[in-house]
C-alpha cells in the first residue's frame, strides 16, 4: 500500500539540529496523514508531530520541531532543533489513510524502518 523509509538521523551535540525526511510511495500521497514517532530503548514509542494540511506536536517538542511536507515529492519532513540529549531514539515515519490527524500509534497502518537520533551531552 505504503511503503516508508526515513533518514537524516546521526549524532549531534546538545543544542544542535538534524533534518530527518520520510520518502513514501505505493499510493497518493496526499491522501494520507503523515505522522512521527520515537522510541528510546526501554521505553513506549511515543507520538513526536503529525501533519496532514495542519499540524500537531507533542508538548515535548513543541517549539523545537517541525514538520512539513512536500506531496510533489512524496516526502515529510521532520526539522529538529535545539536537540536535547533526551530526544535520543529511533525516529520513525508512519502513515495513514486520511480520516484526521492522529497522535495514537496504533491508528498509523504504515512505518518505516526508522532512523537513529543520538544528542550527545
Known amino acids: 500500500q505504503v511503503q516508508l523509509v526515513e533518514s537524516g538521523g546521526g549524532l549531534v551535540q546538545a543544542g544542535g539540529s538534524l533534518r530527518l525526511s520520510c520518502a513514501a510511495s505505493?499510493?497518493?500521497?496526499?491522501?494520507?496523514?503523515m505522522g512521527w514517532f520515537r522510541q528510546a530503548p526501554g521505553k513506549e514509542r511515543e507520538f513526536v508531530a503529525a501533519?496532514?494540511?495542519?499540524?500537531h506536536y507533542a508538548d515535548s517538542v513543541k517549539g523545537r520541531f517541525t514538520v512539513s511536507r512536500d506531496n510533489a515529492k512524496n516526502t515529510v519532513y521532520l526539522q529538529l532543533n535545539s536537540l536535547k540529549p533526551e530526544d535520543t531514539a529511533v525516529y520513525y515515519c508512519?502513515?495513514?489513510?486520511?480520516?484526521?490527524?492522529?497522535?495514537?500509534?496504533?491508528?498509523?497502518?504504515?512505518w518505516g524502518p526508522g532512523t537513529q537520533v543520538t544528542v550527545s551531552s
Open positions: 508512519a502513515a495513514r489513510y486520511y480520516t484526521g490527524l492522529s497522535t495514537n500509534q496504533y491508528d498509523y497502518t504504515y
Open positions: 505505493g499510493r497518493t500521497f496526499s491522501s494520507y496523514a
Open positions: 501533519i496532514i494540511r495542519s499540524t
